[in-house]
């Protein structure tokens, strides 16, 4: 039976949450629609908004509703998925209730999945709300798999498709893909969606469905959370199975080897050649790195473990908030450990993997997905730099020897700004000749989508450097190495976008604020070598016309697409 401090605490909290929502009304609001009062915390807890009122509407009549009612009351509406998020695409940091924000939960009602299979290709057709590790459990009971996926699992969808959110693949070379199949981003398997949009005709928000083929649907299939979209028809083929061995004993200066030094040893490429499917995890002031290196295998290794379910590497996915907490804070206040805490790191991976998941094998949701909530909340910077296969190498290289350089700058002067590691996964680009259906149109926002200049350009090498948000000088570090990167990868032999879910256009004080890159940067890498009428200035245009009154934009999108 509770004790009566615990019936007070709970009465003084429901008091709480009676007064709050008597104080805040909201005008006319549907009355069929639930809504409650929350607080708002990105994954590395550096956006924060408290008394956020947010909806949760069980049909599509309901959210039309709310959409409609948020137009004529000047409200702003944000779907939000499960926060794992660095970028301030949905809030920014201090906002609530009092910027008339309405956030949208479709997680709890739009989670239908249906499965066609056709003879040579499946066809997922899956709501937004559902969560990335329930529709891949779904469809791995019905035969079905992607080539690869992000490691987290819970992931809303909607939230993947928004930001063009990617696993690791390329071919292998003598790899021949499945029907069904693609090597980009998830958000080049839409074959088909349905969006919330502007009716000008009725003068009212409706929902309208796209065809894979129609121009329209480009600036969707990416759409950085200017748009609403409420369910998509997915591509899919036959399911695989996977291996995935882990090695911690390959030195990263061999890894990451210059390419005309690179015959004799083991570098990433030489791994992505013969598997296609590869990830390093490098600590900062370690010898060597974490190399996952997935494969296709139809039957078991003999030396592989068989696993049944995803999540594998319970060492790195058993650390509480707090934990995290208290590792930012010790980090941030006794910098000088840093690279100290990076060998503890290193050590208990490499310990850990000879224990179990050194060597796995299994259906793919269960080794591609591997991050849980439960992992450090660190921050991370993010970018896609597109480039020949040819040349991943000599990207590497220049990435891994800038990186290492401006470390050991930093560290000489007493300063460890980076106190995470550096991961890198390669991914194809989002081909419309991978679409089942013909005539595809190419996602216009995507940071992987192809240039028409550069046709030789067939893959994406994606860079992403973590810290915690905490870390002094971190700030200025990613300042430095982001204006590096775009001097370095400037078109002649590759060329950098960012990762919208991640950090970038720094400046001097926080992320997504440097003008340069906002405003000059970001929209020329998706001009530069692509048709007038499938590039950032038409994809800015088709936004403002199913979106006329921003709706959906949070200060940052209104900062990326100034009207």
Known sequence: MPSSDSLKKEDICLQKEIITEIEYHLPNFPKEVMWKMINFKNWSGEIRADNIPCCIPKTAEEIISVVNWAWQENYKLRPIGQSHNWSPLLLASGQSFRNRIMLLDLSAHFTHVNIEHRSQFSIVTAQTGILMETLLTQMEEQGLGFTATPAPGDLTLGAVLAIDGHGTAIKALDEIPLPGHTFGSLSNAILSLSAVVWDKDNQQYTIRHFERHEPDCAPLLTHIGCSLILEVQLQAGKNQRLRCQSFTDIPADELFAPPESAKEKRTFSDFLDKSGRAEIILFPFTPAPWLKVWSVAPTKPAASIEVKAPYNYPFSDNISPTLSDIADNLLANFPLITPLVSEMQYQLTHAALQNSGKDIWGWSKNLLLYVKPTTLRVTANGYAVLTQRKNIQLVLNKFYTHWKQLIQHY???????????????????????????????????????????????????????????????????????????????????????????????YGANRAWEDQEVLGNIIPASLTAGLPADNNWVSAVSALQKYDPHHLFRSPLLDKLFPV
């Open 411 to 505: 560290a000489n002067q007493g300063k460890f700004p980076i106190n995470g590691p550096l991961e890198v996964r390669v991914t194809g680009l989002d081909d419309p000749t991978e679409v089942v259906y013909a005539e595809a149109a190419v996602s216009a926002l995507s940071a992987i989508r192809p240039r028409l200049d550069r046709p030789e350009w067939d893959v994406a090498v994606w860079l992403d450097v973590l810290t915690f948000p905490e870390t002094p000088y971190a700030i200025e570090f990613c300042r430095q190495f982001e204006q590096w990167l775009f001097n370095e990868f400037e078109g002649s032999y590759a060329c950098a976008r960012v990762e919208w879910s991640k950090g970038w256009a």
